[in-house]
């Protein structure tokens, strides 16, 4: 089970302080070899970020790794947006002012022991705050938007969808997959049942769906009847309603 925390303290000084040292206490009771830094450029070690860093900072700016000697010398990693991992490995993340997108990708990686966030900003890390539900370390900003909890119908639907969607997977593949997401959101539109689309993309990624792919679905949801069906789908969306309808 991951932990995910989010550090809201106002500044960022001491925000990448406190992410250090949190990372540092879950590497240790995690026991893995490396740990993990990401920035959205290897240049942001130069500014304010790697002068928060101190040495360690310019250790991951010239070699890309530093050694913790306090960790008997276990190797912290650096890695920007052109070179994230496809996997965690166990080890703790700490992800420095990242955008919506590095975020999306590391929310996605299997088997990360840890991921510590310092946001850019609230726009950026609502997706994955929405979906994880957090530690909070310090305060997120008090007008981050929450989304519209979804009806009990609703849930049905999208539970629907989760048992026929491979979850580890960034994208919806199958021209059969997406039709079946297409008409899920067509029948809840044509009977005048609402639902968030930030509520719904929450949802699927806080129940195992690839976050790249709950991003896909959310896209549909805003607005399922532009795209076009390419595949047959059954049930029609009257016997989808009331499949959801059952008690």
Not at 41 to 53: E, F, R, S, V, Y
Not at 77 to 90: D, I, M, N, S, Y
Not at 208 to 217: C, E, F, R, T
Not at 218 to 237: C, E, F, L
Request: net charge positive; with cysteine; glycine share 6%.
């Amino acid at each position: 089970h991951r932990t995910d925390i989010y550090i809201g303290l106002p500044r960022k000084e001491d925000a990448i302080n406190a992410g250090m040292a949190i990372l540092l206490e879950h590497w240790k009771s995690l026991n893995t070899p490396t740990a993990l830094v990401v920035c959205t450029t290897k240049q942001d070690l130069k500014g304010p970020i790697g002068k928060a860093l101190g040495q360690v900072g310019d250790l991951l700016y010239k070699r890309g790794s530093a050694r913790v000697q306090e960790l008997q010398g276990r190797e912290l990693r650096f890695a920007h947006k052109r070179q994230l991992p496809g996997t965690g490995e166990g080890m703790p993340i700490l992800a420095i002012l990242p955008t919506r997108e590095i975020l999306t990708t590391l929310d996605g990686l299997p088997d990360v022991g840890a991921l510590i966030v310092i946001p850019f900003n609230e726009q950026e890390a609502e997706d994955w705050r929405n979906a994880r539900q957090p530690q909070v370390i310090g305060a997120p900003p008090a007008q981050a938007p929450i989304p519209t909890p979804l009806a009990p119908i609703v849930v049905r639907a999208l539970d629907g969808l989760l048992a026929m969607l491979d979850h580890n997977r960034p994208a919806i593949d199958h021209d059969s997959d997406k039709a079946l997401v297409i008409q899920t959101f067509r029948a809840l539109q044509e009977a005048n049942i609402p639902y968030d689309p930030s509520a719904v993309r929450a949802h699927f990624a806080s129940h195992g769906l690839h976050p790249k792919q709950a991003d896909a679905i959310r896209t549909i949801s805003q607005d399922p009847g532009k795209p076009r069906i390419r595949a047959n789908v059954y049930p029609s969306t009257s016997d989808l309603l009331k499949n959801w309808k059952k008690p």
